[in-house]
């Protein structure tokens, strides 16, 4: 999409948080994400595989306290072999879930264009962060207004290849 089309919309994509777990708004944003990943999924990310222009994977991960299984969209950025994603939940206060999810069980699988990848996460160190936060904030403005949003440090998380 060009980038004039697309700075509109990142406008208010950039003005929207997240609803707060437990609420009913929460429990219809959950339904949406299943909704959009079994689009994805059947239409092998052709459909639904973009956010304001930006590539979407699909991230799979298991919770820590309920062990289920999770998988969660998100904005992604290639950085070599590896996938970048933020946590950002919009510039809430907190992490979000599936970042604690990942710390307790950093083995998982992404979902990229139909194509199921075995990664390992690990948090980018203060160094690497810096580096990638500049492409990732160039790729989607959206993510400095989030930072801007809360007083903790956004985390930038590296998916590198298993295997």
């Known amino acids: 999409m060009a980038s004039f089309l697309r700075k509109p919309f990142s406008a208010l994509t950039s003005l929207a948080q997240p609803p707060r777990p ?10 949406f994400t299943g909704v959009n990943n079994a ?8 459909l639904m595989g973009s ?3 930006n590539p979407v994977v699909l991230l799979h991960h298991v919770g820590r306290r309920s062990g289920e299984e999770r998988v969660t969209p998100l904005i992604y950025m290639e950085d070599g072999d590896d996938v970048v994603i933020v946590a950002s939940m919009g510039g809430t206060p907190k992490n979000p ?5 990942l710390r307790d ?6 979902e990229i264009r139909g194509e199921r990848r075995a990664v390992t996460a690990r948090v980018a160190g203060a160094e690497e962060r810096a580096r990638l936060w500049q492409l990732l904030v160039q790729q989607y403005p959206a993510f400095a207004t989030y930072q ?7 985390p930038v998380v ?3 290849p298993r295997g």
């Open 22 to 31: 437990g609420t009913p708004a929460f429990a219809l944003w959950n339904r």
């Open 39 to 46: 689009i994805y999924r059947l239409s092998g990310g052709r």
């Open 51 to 53: 956010y304001d222009g």
């Open 97 to 101: 879930a599936w970042f604690h999810n």
């Open 105 to 110: 069980r950093p083995e998982t699988e992404i």
């Open 148 to 154: 801007g949003r809360t007083e903790r440090e956004i």
């Open 158 to 160: 590296v998916l590198s």
